[in-house]
């Protein structure tokens, strides 16, 4: 699946999630950020904004990665606003015991620097418990107002979840980039 | 034995506020605030708001809010203020309800509350929350679809839900308001005498959210609401005869070599005194637009009417993540902190330090009184 197919598949994904939400409004809606959170680095990024995605679109990663999930430079992490779940009792791809996931959740680009590929990372919440509040890591590169979610860490995420108190975020791998329509 | 001690102390504390009125009551008592003036402002803490005199750099007292509660809407002249707020049955988890909350503003007790639907933004700043003609509270909802539920604040009831696609915040001017949108425009909805939806109409495009977006903070101005891109540039939004005004933008990054490494950033980043035509806004030096919400390391003072920089104020290592300005003709300005550290009460006028306030930091600070 290149880019294109897979931004179309998210945005129709989110359409069914967001009640009474257009088609150009759901394109726009963004990640989160949780009280002292800021933005996001998007490491090899370029032109490709960050895009809501349904949650069950996310698929399992069997990649070469390197690198210690409990810090901020782990490269699953370039676009990475809030606590990481590694910290919290749960791990870039489960939510701690107890938490829930937000149905919708947003999408960077980062590159592994193990295989020079660039792959789609899903920042999923994980909701319904108080803010972790260990290994925060705040980056904002591309980061833009709330009137513009799809790029916005000014909003608070847990769409879709029973509760939207905010307590740490994972980092799927959901994807890698077709590097014919890399950005 | 214990008990025998016990009942002597209170036997010998009743006495004692029976004999020596100078004692206090051994259970304490309520009291209420003063009136307030143009120089008291809030100041967001975690679930909880500070009233503060500017005049003294004393807190006169608090709101207890929820955690999903960004803002205040002051109506001081009916002795209210609002606020809205999301609640579950066991805080985390459970039940949600969503709440416009109305306290006492002598008190500060809450009084009444009307329920809204559950879609409020749990984050944000002032436009999240917009008094519409003194009449109708507006807040803004994202799920992610966005809206805005209207609330009658006189008959306390939910009026309606109003669809806004692609806008956000609420930015009140006559009976309606405006709001910043992702496709370059402000747009304005009007409400009718029961607060339905009369009307909507966009501006001309007039930023690029791409190349050089609008903060979707606003200050008020006389007749409108400032706004600011990352870049720098003013904006001035008015809305007369049907149409959306936009002003033609100014910069205040001068063609200045050294100034051009500087940047408007923080949580609050700028704020507008219309009584003198004073803008003051949050700098920090070097980064690109990423650094939007950084902390500035520097306030800068304009005068609007001449459109040059008047003081340039050094904060040295404690950082700010926001500037305010009271709305009277002596206007204070506050820096905020970007932690719990120490708030700086200034001159808005000269930028001199008037007096300072330990252990307040990191939140949004509102008036309590608009301007006259």
Request: aromatic residues 8%; glycine residues 8%; negative net charge.
């Given at each position: 699946m290149n880019k294109r197919d897979l931004i179309n598949d998210l945005l129709a994904s989110v359409d069914r999630v967001a009640t009474g939400a257009s088609r150009r409004l759901a394109g726009r809606t963004s990640r989160r950020s949780f009280v002292g959170k800021l933005g996001a680095v998007l490491v090899g990024m370029g032109a490709f904004p960050v895009l809501p995605v349904y949650r069950q679109a996310a698929a399992a990663a069997d990649i070469p990665e390197l690198g210690d999930p409990q810090s901020c430079d782990y490269w699953r992490y370039c676009a990475f606003s809030g606590s990481l779940c590694s910290c919290c009792g749960g791990s870039q791809t489960q939510c701690p015991a107890g938490s829930e996931t937000a149905s919708v959740a947003w999408v960077g680009t980062c590159q592994n620097p193990t295989d020079g590929k660039n792959y789609l990372i899903s920042y999923n919440d994980c909701c319904g418990k108080s803010y972790c509040n260990r290994c925060s890591c705040h980056r904002s590169e591309g980061d833009r107002p709330v009137y513009f979610p799809s790029k916005s860490n000014s909003i608070l995420w847990c769409f879709g979840s029973q509760s939207h108190a905010y307590h740490c975020t994972l980092a799927l791998v959901i994807g890698e980039v077709d590097s014919t329509v890399a950005g | 034995m214990?008990?025998?001690?016990?009942?002597?102390?209170?036997?010998?504390?009743?006495?004692?506020?029976?004999?020596?009125?100078?004692?206090?009551?051994?259970?304490?008592?309520?009291?209420?605030?003063?009136?307030?003036?143009?120089?008291?402002?809030?100041?967001?803490?975690?679930?909880?708001?500070?009233?503060?005199?500017?005049?003294?750099?004393?807190?006169?007292?608090?709101?207890?809010?929820?955690?999903?509660s960004p803002a205040l809407r002051p109506q001081i002249d009916k002795d209210r203020i609002y606020s809205y707020g999301s609640f579950y049955t066991r805080t985390y988890y459970g039940e949600r309800t969503d709440v416009v909350l109305i306290f006492d503003s002598n008190t500060l007790a809450p009084i009444a509350e009307v329920e809204i639907p559950a879609k409020s933004a749990g984050l944000g700043h002032g436009g999240m929350i917009g008094l519409i003609d003194d009449k109708f509270l507006g807040i803004w909802n994202i799920t992610p679809a966005m809206s805005v539920s209207i609330v009658d604040v006189d008959a306390e009831e939910f009026v309606g839900e109003v669809s806004t696609p692609g806008c956000a915040a609420v930015y009140p001017i006559d009976r309606g308001f405006l709001m910043p949108c992702g496709d370059g425009t402000l747009q304005y909805i009007s409400l009718d005498r029961n607060g339905k939806e009369s009307g909507r109409i966009r501006s001309r495009v007039f930023f690029n959210v791409d190349e050089d977006p609008i903060f979707d903070y606003a200050v008020p101005t006389t007749n409108g609401w400032m706004f600011m891109s990352f870049d720098g540039l003013v904006f001035e939004a008015s809305v007369a005869n049907g149409e959306i005004t936009i002003s033609e933008p100014w910069s205040i990054i001068s063609q200045d070599e050294e100034d051009a490494q500087w940047r408007i950033s923080g949580g609050q980043p700028f704020a507008y005194n219309a009584a003198t035509g004073v803008l003051v806004t949050l700098m920090h030096e070097g980064g690109g637009q990423e650094t939007f919400e950084d902390p500035g390391t520097q306030v800068w003072g304009f005068d609007t009417n001449t459109r040059r920089r008047g003081y340039r104020m050094e904060l040295g290592e404690e950082m700010a993540t926001g500037v305010a300005l009271t709305a009277d003709a002596e206007p204070l300005l506050i820096i905020v902190p970007d932690e719990q550290r120490t708030l700086r009460i200034a001159s808005a006028t000269t930028g001199r330090i008037l007096r300072t306030m330990d252990e307040m930091g990191g939140g949004l600070v509102q008036n309590l009184l608009p301007a006259e």
């Open positions: - | 214990i008990q025998r001690l016990v009942s002597g102390l209170i036997a010998i504390l009743c006495c004692l506020s029976l004999s020596a009125q100078e004692w206090d009551s051994v259970v304490g008592a309520v009291g209420s605030i003063d009136e307030p003036t143009p120089h008291w402002f809030t100041l967001r803490g975690y679930n909880i708001t500070y009233l503060v005199n500017g005049d003294t750099a004393e807190v006169e007292g608090t709101l207890t809010l929820s955690m999903f």
